[in-house]
T-cell receptor, first 109, second 112 residues
Framework: GIQVEQSPPDLILQEGANSTLRCNFS?????LQWFHQNPWGQLINLFY???GTKQNGRLSATTVATERYSLLYISSSQTTDSGVYFC???????????FGKGTMLLVSP | DGGITQSPKYLFRKEGQNVTLSCEQN?????MYWYRQDPGQGLRLIYY???????QKGDIAEGYSVSREKKESFPLTVTSAQKNPTAFYLC???????????FGPGTRLLVL
């Protein structure tokens, strides 16, 4: 099956700093989503982005499908950005998602 | 409010017992999914259902069973055959033809 690798596994930032999270995948995909998991376990959709670039406030994402990677940018980080960021892809065509292991982000005041 | 609910939030089970986790959605979504998350890991797909009365195994279906008798409900049973059931279980749903999966708040299962 398709493999999803995220880097870095852990990231510690001071409030106000910028960061880039990376997701590499091993095959072509129909769907790519970025999620944020808060400390209580809830997963929140950030982006649906199988290709191209999207922005939502301080967050933006870019997927280069031909090179099989996606990047999530967080600018001017806030403590509420802390949590785990997951990249998930659908390579099966059955609308099922394969998740990476995530990047754990800690933003300190 | 529209959304996905999972109950209970925490569940304790003795070894050898079956337990059923509830997942209900009022979003009128066709597809529903169950995932398992272990500490420090990503989510892994257990079962999914694209339509009522039909479901398919995911990557780690052994020791689990599901039913889909109603569009809004997709309960997951963790059977005694599941060797390591302690985990965080997440349910999701998606409108057929839609782009994104939406997740419930999860159930933490602890086997004592």
């Amino acid at each position: 099956g398709i493999q999803v690798e995220q880097s870095p596994p852990d990231l510690i930032l001071q409030e106000g700093a910028n960061s880039t999270l990376r997701c590499n995948f091993s095959d072509s995909v129909n769907n790519l989503q970025w999620f944020h998991q808060n400390p209580w376990g809830q997963l929140i959709n950030l982006f649906y982005i199988p290709s191209g670039t999207k922005q939502n406030g301080r967050l933006s994402a870019t997927t280069v499908a031909t090179e099989r990677y996606s990047l999530l940018y967080i600018s001017s980080s806030q403590t509420t950005d802390s949590g785990v960021y997951f990249c998930a892809v659908d390579g099966s065509g059955y609308s099922t998602l394969t998740f990476g292991k995530g990047t754990m982000l800690l933003v300190s005041p | 409010d529209g959304g996905i609910t999972q109950s209970p939030k925490y569940l304790f089970r003795k070894e050898g017992q079956n337990v059923t986790l509830s997942c209900e959605q009022n979003l009128n979504h066709d597809a529903m999914y169950w995932y398992r998350q272990d500490p420090g890991q990503g989510l892994r797909l257990i079962y999914y259902s694209q339509i009522v009365n039909d479901f398919q195994k995911g990557d780690i279906a052994e020791g689990y069973s599901v039913s889909r008798e109603k569009k809004e409900s997709f309960p997951l049973t963790v059977t005694s055959a599941q060797k390591n059931p302690t985990a965080f279980y997440l349910c999701a749903s998606r409108q057929n033809g839609g782009e994104t999966q939406y997740f419930g708040p999860g159930t933490r299962l602890l086997v004592l």
